[in-house]
C-alpha cells in the first residue's frame, strides 16, 4: 500500500493483517518519481514479485478555467494524472522481468462526461483513461493488461462527511443520490468488486477497457 497518509495507511494494513493477509506500508507521494520507483523497489525487495498495480491515489478541486489557479491545476494534474504516469512506468518494467501483470487505474465519471466547475478534476481523469489506453496497447505483447475503472459518486468517508455536516442531512443524501438512474449512491466495496474483475484470471481477454461504475449517470 502507498499513501501519502501514514496513520490511515498503517491502519489498513492492520485491518488487512487481522483478516490473515500480509501488508506493508509506503508512506510517498505519487506525483514525486523517486517516491513512485521506490514503492515498486519494496515491493519487489519484499515480494519478490509484481503481478497487480491498482493506480487509486486522487485529489479533487474545484474551479472553471478563470477560478482555478495555476498552482491548483498542476497539483490535481500532478497527482490525479502524472501519479498515474510514473507509478506504471516503474511497474511495467518490473512486470516486463516477470512475465507480465495487470495494471487498472482509477479514473472518475468525470472522464467520460462534463461536470461543472471541476476543470482540473475532469481533465486529469479523461487523461487517466488515455493513458490506460495507450499503455495497454503499448505492452500487450509483454503480456501486460491494463484498464481502469470510472467510479460515480461513491459514499465514502468525505461524502459522508459533508453529509453529516449540512444543515438538513436527509436531504443532502437525497440530493446526492436521486441525479442517478438507480437513485443511490455507490459503495467503495462494489468500487473494489469492478477492481477486482479486472486483475483476476477471469478478465484475462480484457485490456484498454473502461469499466463505468457510476448507477447509470452516464448512460443517457
Known amino acids: 500500500m502507498a499513501d501519502s497518509d501514514p496513520e490511515r495507511g498503517k491502519e489498513t494494513g492492520g485491518l488487512i493483517e487481522k483478516e490473515g493477509g500480509k501488508a506493508i506500508f509506503v508512506s510517498i507521494d505519487v506525483s ?13 525487495d519484499t515480494y519478490g514479485i509484481l503481478d497487480i498495480l491498482v493506480n487509486n491515489a486522487g485529489i479533487y478541486g474545484q474551479g472553471d478555467v478563470v477560478d482555478t489557479t495555476e498552482e491548483e491545476w ?28 495487470a495494471i487498472v487505474n482509477v479514473a472518475s465519471e468525470a472522464g467520460i462526461v462534463g461536470i461543472a466547475n471541476q476543470v482540473a478534476y475532469n481533465v486529469s481523469k479523461s487523461g487517466v483513461i488515455a493513458l490506460t489506453k495507450s499503455t495497454a496497447l503499448d505492452f500487450a ?8 475503472v470510472c467510479p460515480g459518486r461513491t459514499l465514502t468517508p468525505l461524502v459522508e462527511k459533508v453529509i453529516a455536516e449540512a444543515e438538513d442531512p436527509e436531504r443532502m443524501r437525497c440530493t446526492l443520490s436521486e441525479d442517478r438512474p438507480l437513485k443511490r449512491m455507490g459503495r467503495p466495496e462494489e468500487i473494489a ?8 484470471d477471469e478478465c484475462t481477454y480484457t485490456t ?3 469499466l463505468v461504475i457510476d448507477g447509470g449517470y452516464t448512460t443517457p
Open 208 to 210: 484498454g477497457s473502461t
Open 74 to 101: 498542476q497539483r490535481i494534474l500532478a497527482v490525479n494524472l502524472t501519479g498515474v504516469f510514473l507509478c506504471s512506468k516503474y511497474a511495467v518494467a518490473a512486470m516486463i522481468e516477470t512475465g507480465g501483470g
Open 32 to 44: 514525486k518519481a523517486p517516491d513512485a520507483e521506490r514503492v515498486v523497489k519494496t515491493t519487489l
Open 141 to 148: 505483447s509483454r503480456n501486460i493488461r491494463v484498464n481502469c
Open 193 to 200: 468488486a469492478g477492481i477486482l474483475f479486472l486483475v483476476s
